[in-house]
């Protein structure tokens, strides 16, 4: 049998550098079903990895789309049903103090949602979302949501940061906005695939590690004489790359064999994005030892790259992260 062709062609990475253009990769992405654990999870996150290689910020608009298009996917929707809300999608599942959303049923069993939800990422540009909230019994559920202005209104004049600069982010008042409820409640975080997609958000940060690997590589290569201190960074590099790209191929085989479920499967996603996380931290260090001030302050593709990393990859929380891993692994062998 012939190879499945790429999910992601060179013509598509080619053609990623707006928003828009990213949203347009993302549909045609998820019309193919690409959700994880659906036995081309490696080629899924390859994908995610290639585009973000070639933009972070493409890569961040994708990833949004994929993984809502997969949950509505995994809670029984078709694509005509999930087009039939929203083209493009993003998902809204952070809380913060102050900034609460509260869903409420009629009685003729229509949903609703008002308040405020933090941190949502090109709230102003995709046509809807899924977005968390505790029902009228308090649980908490997921629901989807068209973004229509008449009762979404998103506020992205705050967003200050000079990475993923593309990609704002900012709190979204709802108001009386028409809810569809999607799986039962506390269906969409008790779900293997709530912590798989934290997987695919790795691979994106892995993309963008490669890009700044070859940025360094590329440089020794140029110099007449590269000496051991740009090949030790150059081979620095490499071992945490590949450590990287281990763990993910290992996590993307076990997903589609089945092995990625509840505790264990929390364990893998853990110990995956800590590794990931890791690499390129070890990445953006390398890389600026190595090349010093001068692509930070000439060349926007790489000083824009580098601002991004940092920024994406701070959606691992580091060491509070590496001690709920801790945790799992103490809990004992059911979690191995």
């Given at each position: 049998?012939?190879?499945?062709?790429?999910?992601?062609?060179?013509?598509?990475?080619a053609?990623?550098?707006?928003?828009d253009?990213?949203?347009?990769?993302?549909?045609?992405?998820a019309?193919?079903?690409?959700?994880?654990?659906?036995?081309?999870?490696?080629?899924?996150?390859s994908?995610l990895?290639?585009?973000?290689?070639?933009?972070?910020?493409?890569?961040?608009?994708?990833?949004?789309?994929?993984?809502?298009v997969?949950?509505?996917?995994?809670?029984?929707?078709?694509?005509?049903?999930?087009?039939?809300?929203?083209?493009?999608?993003?998902?809204?599942a952070?809380?913060?103090?102050?900034?609460?959303?509260?869903?409420?049923?009629?009685?003729?069993?229509s949903w609703?949602?008002?308040?405020?939800?933090?941190?949502?990422?090109?709230?102003?540009?995709?046509?809807?979302a899924?977005?968390?909230?505790p029902?009228?019994?308090?649980?908490?559920?997921?629901?989807?949501?068209?973004?229509?202005?008449?009762?979404?209104l998103?506020?992205?004049?705050?967003?200050r940061?000079?990475?993923?600069?593309?990609?704002?982010?900012?709190?979204?008042?709802?108001?009386?906005?028409?809810?569809?409820?999607?799986?039962?409640?506390?269906?969409?975080?008790?779900?293997?695939?709530?912590?798989?997609?934290?997987?695919?958000?790795?691979?994106?940060?892995?993309?963008?590690?490669?890009?700044?690997?070859?940025?360094v590589?590329?440089?020794?290569r140029?110099h007449?004489?590269?000496?051991?201190?740009?090949?030790?960074?150059?081979?620095?590099?490499?071992?945490?790359?590949?450590?990287?790209?281990?763990?993910?191929?290992?996590?993307?085989r076990q997903?589609?064999?089945?092995?990625?479920?509840g505790?264990?499967?929390?364990?893998?996603?853990?110990?995956?994005?800590?590794?990931?996380?890791?690499?390129?931290?070890?990445?953006?260090?390398?890389?600026?030892?190595?090349?010093?001030?001068?692509p930070?302050?000439?060349?926007?593709e790489h000083?824009?790259?580098?601002?991004?990393?940092?920024?994406?990859?701070?959606?691992?929380?580091?060491e509070?992260?590496?001690?709920?891993?801790?945790?799992?692994?103490?809990?004992?062998?059911?979690?191995?």
């Amino acid at each position: 049998m012939a190879p499945a062709p790429p999910l992601v062609s060179a013509a598509a990475v080619a053609d990623v550098s707006t928003v828009d253009t990213a949203l347009d990769t993302a549909r045609r992405l998820a019309a193919e079903d690409t959700r994880a654990g659906t036995g081309r999870t490696a080629e899924l996150w390859s994908a995610l990895a290639t585009l973000a290689a070639r933009d972070l910020e493409a890569a961040r608009a994708v990833e949004p789309h994929l993984d809502a298009v997969g949950i509505l996917r995994d809670a029984g929707w078709d694509l005509d049903r999930i087009e039939g809300i929203g083209r493009t999608w993003g998902v809204y599942a952070s809380e913060a103090p102050g900034a609460t959303v509260a869903a409420s049923r009629s009685a003729d069993g229509s949903w609703t949602l008002d308040g405020v939800k933090p941190w949502c990422s090109l709230a102003g540009t995709v046509d809807a979302a899924l977005i968390t909230a505790p029902d009228n019994d308090g649980e908490r559920r997921l629901f989807a949501v068209r973004l229509d202005p008449d009762h979404a209104l998103a506020d992205h004049s705050g967003w200050r940061a000079r990475g993923l600069a593309g990609i704002p982010s900012g709190p979204l008042t709802l108001t009386d906005a028409p809810a569809e409820p999607v799986g039962e409640p506390g269906w969409y975080l008790r779900r293997d695939g709530f912590r798989w997609g934290g997987i695919g958000v790795a691979a994106c940060w892995f993309g963008g590690a490669v890009a700044l690997g070859r940025s360094v590589a590329d440089a020794a290569r140029r110099h007449p004489d590269p000496g051991a201190i740009r090949e030790m960074q150059v081979g620095a590099v490499d071992e945490a790359l590949e450590s990287a790209r281990a763990v993910l191929l290992d996590a993307a085989r076990q997903v589609d064999a089945g092995r990625a479920v509840g505790e264990r499967g929390a364990l893998i996603a853990a110990r995956a994005r800590g590794v990931v996380a890791r690499a390129v931290d070890e990445v953006l260090l390398r890389a600026g030892h190595a090349l010093g001030p001068a692509p930070l302050a000439l060349d926007d593709e790489h000083s824009r790259r580098v601002a991004d990393l940092q920024l994406y990859v701070r959606q691992h929380h580091a060491e509070n992260d590496q001690a709920s891993l801790g945790r799992r692994i103490l809990r004992g062998p059911e979690a191995r």
